[in-house]
T-cell receptor, first 114, second 109 residues
Framework: DAGITQSPRHKVTETGTPVTLRCHQT?????MYWYRQDPGHGLRLIHY???????DKGEVSDGYSVSRSKTEDFLLTLESATSSQTSVYFC?????????????FGPGTRLTVL | GQNIDQPTEMTATEGAIVQINCTYQ??????LFWYQQHAGEAPTFLSY??LDGLEEKGRFSSFLSRSKGYSYLLLKELQMKDSASYLC??????????WGAGTKLIIKP
């Protein structure tokens, strides 16, 4: 199994508070991704990174920011959490993109915004 | 727009065969992925197809028809542990994965 951890695994917070989720990998993979998963929806890409300090927006990036200061860490920040951001958040990594470069997923963080 | 369609739920019997279909429409195409996700867990990679045809991997096989925008995942000799959601994802021209909502497979004894 790919070495990916996420912290915290569960979090309950209140509307308007900032929240940071951490993804840590030990695989030295170049690409890292943040997804959210909601009932009735497929996984939706929030942001991704293709190297240290290199990030780009995904499909549902509004209200989220990311940072990657080291190869192994990718942080997702909700600047001011809203109830619509209640979700399960998955981090994923891949060595490259395209042919046969599957993504490996972390265990997920369940976030509840009250 | 980009769209992935797969059935919401399917039921099958232990020991039987089940086929889970997926149709896709994405901006460009760089391959089709299938993942398995048990309840409360992370998705895990099952297969990748980029050329037309059938790829067999043990009890699981995956088929792709690029001209029809269609794929299926075939599971043989079903076991109770195969009860899970199966996620179809198409990789678009920007190498981003566009995901279907998943097919929940229920296995009955």
């Amino acid at each position: 199994d790919a070495g990916i951890t996420q912290s915290p695994r569960h979090k309950v917070t209140e509307t308007g508070t900032p929240v940071t989720l951490r993804c840590h990998q030990t695989e030295n993979h170049r690409y890292m991704y943040w997804y959210r998963q909601d009932p009735g929806h497929g996984l939706r890409l929030i942001h991704y990174s293709y190297g240290v300090k290199d990030t780009d927006k995904g499909e549902v990036s509004d209200g989220y920011s990311v940072s990657r200061s080291k190869t192994e860490d990718f942080l997702l920040t909700l600047e001011s959490a809203t109830s619509s951001q209640t979700s399960v958040y998955f981090c994923a990594i891949s060595e490259g993109q395209g042919d046969y470069n599957e993504q490996f997923f972390g265990p997920g963080t369940r976030l509840t915004v009250l | 727009g980009q769209n992935i369609d797969q059935p919401t739920e399917m039921t099958a019997t232990e020991g039987a065969i089940v086929q889970i279909n997926c149709t896709y429409q994405t901006s460009g195409f760089n391959g089709l992925f299938w993942y398995q996700q048990h309840a409360g867990e992370a998705p895990t990679f099952l297969s990748y197809n980029v050329l037309d045809g059938l790829e067999e991997k043990g009890r699981f096989s995956s088929f792709l028809s690029r001209s029809k925008g269609y794929s299926y995942l075939l599971l043989k000799e079903l076991q109770m542990k195969d009860s899970a959601s199966y996620l179809c994802a198409s990789m678009d021209s920007n190498y981003q994965l566009i995901w279907g909502a998943g097919t929940k497979l229920i296995i009955k004894p």
